[in-house]
Nanobody, 128 residues
């Protein structure tokens, strides 16, 4: 069974930065993509970014391109989401997600309603 544990959320002013961390534990044999989706109050889930575990191919939702960077450190078995130039509309609970499908634009879109595995989430609040 795969477990995903997120950390790094918090309160930041608009224009600020945060770095989220996801640490998988358990069996990762069937995982081909790992990344993040978010859910803001009163809004639907939104796939934010994913990275392939094998070839490091990455995808981003249009609203975060140029501001967020996903990366992974295989030695530490950790996935990161560096979030820069944060906006009020980035406020949400961010969930680490993993999937047996490869990272793609389609996978990101599908994360708005399902993913094979996900964590408990970490709150990101962007406010002045």
């Amino acid at each position: 069974q795969l477990q995903l544990v997120e950390s790094g959320g918090g309160l930041v002013q608009p224009g600020g930065s945060l770095k989220l961390t996801c640490t998988p534990s358990g069996s990762t044999f069937d995982v081909y993509a790992i990344g993040w989706f978010r859910q803001a109050p009163g809004k639907e889930r939104e796939g934010v970014s994913c990275i392939n575990t094998e070839d490091n191919d990455v995808r981003y939702v249009d609203s975060v391109k140029g501001r967020f960077t996903i990366s992974k450190d295989d030695a530490k078995n950790t996935v990161y989401l560096q979030m820069n130039s944060l906006k009020v509309e980035d406020t949400a609970v961010y969930y680490c997600a993993a999937d047996s499908a490869a990272c793609s634009d389609y996978l990101l879109m599908s994360w708005d309603h399902k993913s094979d595995w996900w964590g408990q989430g970490t709150q990101v609040t962007v406010s002045s």
